[in-house]
């Protein structure tokens, strides 16, 4: 009978009646016949199972609330539940990542055991606490980096058993161990390994080769010795379509078969946990019907990875969310209940009840599998690719129980929690027949057995990650993972702090390079929400070998291998050189701004901040500006930290500070002239053309660039090309905002502003750079006439013809202290900020000016109180001078010196290479 549920109103009772019901039909109508015999034997069933690792996609479920934490498990493990898996595959890690992550070894160095690393013994120890059946499985997608010759060593064969003895500690039984992931096999390595594996006390447990291909039963069949030591053939994806494939048929070799040890399907799946569940269940009942496979393992067994990363929806269940405890529950759980909610490992297959309906692959497929210790079994049957309803006769003989039946059914090619898993009636056989009539696009299964059942946790609604968000690390435990951190490349675990500091810190502990799976990056950790937009991101940094560390921020898509990280990123060194990067989820990486600082050197503390307002990225090292750029090519994502290599630096005091709701303003600094865009005389009314003008800061010259791509002044107005023209020598205006294509732009990191609707760049016509030159687009050419600074702009003034910076001598701050030349170190008395308002600041809070304000060539200058005043204005031009406002005349090495203190004058500008100046 159907399920009755309280109640539910009369039309949806009808509608699955008419979804679901598996009637008596006449027999004439049945298509197929299927005799279940007891007396008929096939190959033993070994399990269904599903595999954490390969790698890191479990990881964040073990941050989840405790409630949400034991529902999504009871999902998965529990009997009677929800998936109820039979086997679970564990990643033995490596300390690389394997495809969503990096898994850290119990091993980081040799010697050094810490068996509380990662979170597999954990989620072990979770699984056989709901099923004490369950059988678990080792396997190494990569290894650490201190082994000595390649995997296929000693050294690895020690570590596996350095990891089973881990095991042992947390009470657990490793029934199966492998090789290396999808890489062959080494013969004589698995002989090696089962004589030490005897040796050490686990002669019971059972290798299996090759996680690969079928060439390993070739192998196995020539080489006797290579055949004893292995116990399973375990192939991948042996089904139609490979790795996430169709799976509508599958296949092994002759050798294979004829073998005799069990063919397990070790690795499939890699498909959606909804639409991947009818080529789950074809690849199970086809895999046997087809290849005589005997397990099927489904990657991954979830993903509780963040949603930026490779396979975000793929396995039996989605985590990704664990500050809010959301998380759904796939059709392919219900499709794999389909099957171990009615069997056991030891049941037996029946071969003679086991086929295609109707004889065609076209109609669907079916299995019977027979208890081992009493008169049970269980048909399950699937018509994921019928187009039509298919009816069947059944008939039970050879001491098999031939009482009621029950029948489930789960909608698989059109998934909905109303048709997942749902008991849909009992029949009692006559004389030990019955026929059903199946609908296409489910899976039924039809047995004796009774206890299944279907989970009614629900899950909250998800909620993005709070923010301001921090982390000290303090409450993280020695030798674990730190809360919603989840490692890309390398180990990130707490430790003590060093340098000096108390509590705990986060440190990368994987001190070479593993031998890895997949391809090298730098080591690196992601965390937070991707939907952070606006906000600046802090950690401090004790660097404890020379390098580099990174800082990541709005880092979204990911592609394999993890280098491929969508992210701007800080890179700062132990020699003070730093950079602003932008990499891509297509491996490219560009380099928006660099420079020096005087260096971090080594055990020793400093705070680095990536601030994200809109397209403006600001860099700041111990409070300090380091650089600032414009990009819009990310408008949100997570954050993260790493090392460029694989240092062991540690990181402390996470966090994340909210920014402005998503608009960035500041000038358009015109790069060649020195002097901004402009309104003239404040205008608010439409059509006023916008020119060149001296900067000053004011409400006319500044200009907001907003989300919808607009660069707003007012707070009404909008820059446009005028009469929304496209042509080169377009003027631009303002005009009240409309949000059409011609008022929107561009604001690139490369400085040019390009407008959207007509694809050319914001132009000062022939590169003038006087005041009131109106502005106009142009085909894009590079030029400094079309780069445009968005906000002020620090760095050294590096003398073309001297190599020597701009420097305060000794690093006096009083006023009237006089600049010189001096050789390069980047320190704070190098550092000139070129602001909104065209001064040159050093210390953020004194101006270079001239002395007593003097027009006169030759004039000195110095440092003072900022004022306000013209003799403290610049323009930075492209060309490389430095103008002064007052006077029109240039910044100069006095009688073009280049030796150290060599002092610094106006002079009329002549374009020697004394009177010019680099930002770098």
């Given at each position: ?55 890191g996609n479990s990881r964040l479920l073990t941050d989840y609330p405790a409630a949400q934490q034991a529902q999504i498990l009871d999902y998965l493990f529990k009997p009677g539940y929800g998936a109820n898996l039979q086997l679970l595959k ?149 089904c139609e379509g490979g790795d996430g494939g169709s799976a509508d048929t599958c296949s092994s070799t002759t050798a ?665």
């Open positions: 009978m159907l399920r009755t549920w309280r109640f539910a109103p009369l039309w949806v009772m009808g509608l699955l009646v008419a979804l679901l019901t598996v009637g008596v039909a006449p027999a004439q109508a049945a298509t197929t016949t299927i005799t279940v015999d007891g007396t008929q034997g096939g190959r033993t069933f070994d399990g269904i199972g599903a595999i954490s690792g390969g790698g564990l990643e033995i890690g490596g300390d690389a990542n394997s495809t969503d992550g990096s898994e850290p070894s119990v091993e980081h160095v040799k010697g050094q055991v810490n068996c509380d690393a990662g979170y597999e013994f954990w989620l072990a120890e979770q699984a056989k606490a709901r099923n004490p059946d369950i059988g678990l499985y080792g396997l190494a997608w990569a290894a650490p980096g201190w082994i000595s010759g390649g995997f296929w060593s000693t050294d690895t064969i020690n570590y596996l058993i350095t990891w089973l003895g881990c095991a042992k500690q947390h009470g657990l039984t490793i029934k199966y161990l492998g090789g290396w992931n999808e890489r062959g096999h080494d013969a004589n390595w698995y002989v090696q390994l089962r004589s030490a594996l005897n040796n050490a006390g686990y002669s019971g447990v059972q290798l299996v080769a090759d996680d690969s291909g079928w060439g390993v039963a070739d192998d196995m069949a020539n080489n006797p010795a290579f055949n004893n030591a292995v116990s399973i053939i375990g192939t991948h994806y042996s294979a078969r004829n073998n005799g040890k069990p063919l397990w399907d070790s690795e499939n799946g890699s498909q959606d946990m909804n639409t991947g569940a009818p080529a789950l269940i074809r690849a199970i009942t086809r895999g046997y019907t087809d290849a005589k496979m005997v397990s099927y393992f489904n990657w991954p067994l979830l993903a509780a990875i963040y949603p930026n990363l490779p396979y975000n929806t793929v396995g039996l269940a989605t985590a990704n969310s664990p500050w809010s405890g959301n998380y759904t529950i796939g059709a392919s759980t219900w499709a794999t209940a389909q099957v171990t909610q009615f069997t056991k490992p030891g049941w037996k297959f029946i071969d003679s009840a086991s086929g295609y309906l109707g004889g065609a692959e076209s109609n669907g497929s079916y299995v019977t599998i027979k208890s081992n210790t009493s008169a049970d079994w269980s048909t399950v049957l699937e018509t994921t690719t019928a187009t039509a309803a298919q009816s069947v006769n059944l008939h039970v003989q050879g001491g098999l129980s031939a009482g009621t039946v029950h029948v489930w059914a789960t909608q698989v090619n059109s998934p909905s929690p109303a048709t997942s898993f749902v008991h849909t009636q009992d029949i009692a056989p006559s004389g030990g027949s019955y026929s059903l009539t199946l609908q296409p696009g489910y899976v039924y299964t039809v047995s004796t057995t009774t206890g299944q059942g279907k989970g009614t946790a629900t899950s909250p609604a998800a909620h993005a990650l709070a923010l301001p968000y921090s982390d000290n690390f303090d409450g993280t435990a020695t030798n674990t993972e730190a809360r919603y951190l989840s490692d890309m490349q390398g180990s990130f675990e707490a430790r003590p702090c060093a340098g000096g500091r108390s509590g705990q810190c986060v440190q990368q502990v994987a001190p070479v390079k593993p031998i890895e799976w997949q391809d090298d990056s730098d080591a690196y950790t992601l965390a937070g929400d991707t939907s952070w937009s606006n906000y600046t991101v802090s950690v401090d940094v004790d660097l404890q070998q020379a390098g580099s560390v990174t800082l990541l921020g709005r880092a979204g898509t990911q592609s394999r291998p993890q280098s491929h990280q969508a992210a701007y990123q800080l890179l700062v060194s132990d020699t003070g050189s730093w950079s602003i990067v932008k990499s891509t989820s297509a491996g490219s990486r560009t380099t928006l701004a660099s420079g020096s600082h005087a260096g971090l050197g080594l055990n020793s503390w400093h705070t680095v901040t990536l601030g994200f307002s809109g397209d403006r990225i600001t860099a700041t090292l111990d409070g300090g500006t380091l650089g600032a750029v414009n990009d819009n090519s990310y408008g949100s994502g997570q954050i993260g930290f790493g090392v460029v290599g694989y240092q062991t630096d540690q990181f402390d005091n996470l966090s994340v500070t909210p920014g402005p709701a998503g608009n960035v303003s500041g000038f358009l600094k015109d790069r060649n002239s020195g002097i901004c865009a402009d309104v003239p005389a404040s205008s608010h009314t439409n059509g006023t053309a916008v020119t060149l003008w001296g900067c000053n800061g004011g409400g006319n010259q500044t200009f907001t660039a907003t989300p919808a791509k607009q660069l707003m002044v007012y707070g009404s107005k909008c820059l446009e090309t005028a009469g929304g023209g496209t042509a080169d020598g377009t003027a631009v205006d303002i005009s009240d905002c409309t949000g059409g294509s011609n008022q929107q732009w561009n604001v690139n990191a490369d400085g040019s502003v390009v407008g959207v609707g007509s694809g050319k760049c914001l132009d000062v016509p022939g590169g003038a750079t006087a005041d009131s030159t109106p502005l106009e687009i142009w085909t894009c050419h590079g030029g400094t006439n079309q780069t445009w600074d968005r906000g002020a702009v620090s760095g050294p003034l590096t003398g073309q013809a001297s190599g020597r910076c701009v420097d305060v001598p000794a690093a006096g701050q009083d006023n009237g202290t006089k600049p010189a030349l001096w050789d390069c170190n980047h320190g704070p008395q190098q550092t000139w900020t070129s602001t909104a308002t065209n001064q040159l600041t050093v210390y953020d809070n004194k101006c270079l000016g001239t002395i007593g304000g003097a027009t006169a060539d030759g004039t000195g200058v110095e440092i003072n109180v900022c004022t306000g005043a013209t003799a403290q204005q610049w323009r930075v031009r492209g060309d490389g001078t430095v103008v002064n406002v007052a006077s029109g005349t240039c910044l100069d090495a006095y009688r073009a010196g280049t030796a150290n203190s060599t002092a610094l004058d106006i002079w009329t500008c002549n374009g020697g290479g004394n009177q010019k100046w680099s930002r770098t």
